[in-house]
């Protein structure tokens, strides 16, 4: 039995519990009551890099169902704008979801990456501000200020950030196959 736990945020008293059985996944919830996800139910499954902020490691697993989508990521609410990283614990139980979703659903469809609405939506609203910022420096007079290299250089050094964004995020179909979606787990910090 492989088990994974987190805490949401401020607002959860306890940790929430994820537990892989051979029927389906079980939700428990640290007040008590429970869900189960039949994996003979599960019509997608995803793993999505979705970083934040503060949480520029975080990655979710989404299973869709006919009741909806469960997602789970790999952060841990420590405290505020305090989070762990829970890859190590995370990983192992993303591998053994897609390993019986495999077994029990096979024709469900196998997703790395974000929804393509959402993605290239992100990405127009990127290259819109890029065109933006572009226009404003064509435009500025010729005598920069330090400042206004200091905010270059700022977005400059961003763009390796974006960059893996890009290419992290990109929505792909996939096998269904545990060893696919290893590759595209993060590695766990030692």
């Known amino acids: ?22 029927t389906g996944l ?8 429970e869900l189960l996800l039949r994996w003979a139910d599960v019509r997608e499954i ?4 979705a970083p934040t902020r503060f949480k520029t490691w975080r990655h979710k697993l989404t299973l869709r169902g006919p ?7 790999n952060v841990h609410f420590a405290g505020v704008g305090d989070f762990e990283d829970r890859t190590a614990t995370f990983a192992p139980f993303v591998l053994a979801c897609v390993a019986r979703v495999a077994a029990l659903a096979p024709g469900a469809t196998a997703r790395l990456g974000s929804a393509p609405l959402a993605y290239w939506a992100q990405l127009l609203f990127v290259a819109a501000a890029f065109s933006l910022l ?16 200091v905010k270059l250089a700022l977005v400059a050094a961003m763009l390796p950030v974006l960059l ?22 993060p590695k766990a910090a030692d």
């Open 1 to 22: 039995m492989i088990a994974y736990a987190r805490r949401e945020n401020l607002f959860e008293k306890g940790e929430r519990r994820w537990i892989v059985e051979d």
């Open 26 to 33: 079980r939700q428990c919830w640290p007040q008590g009551g």
């Open 46 to 49: 995803r793993l999505t890099y």
């Open 67 to 73: 009741a909806g989508a469960w997602v789970i990521d």
């Open 134 to 149: 572009a226009m404003v420096v064509i435009a500025l007079p010729v005598s920069f200020s330090g400042m206004v290299w």
């Open 164 to 185: 893996a964004f890009v290419i992290r995020s990109r929505p792909r179909r996939i096998t269904l196959d545990v060893e696919a979606f290893r590759e595209a787990l």
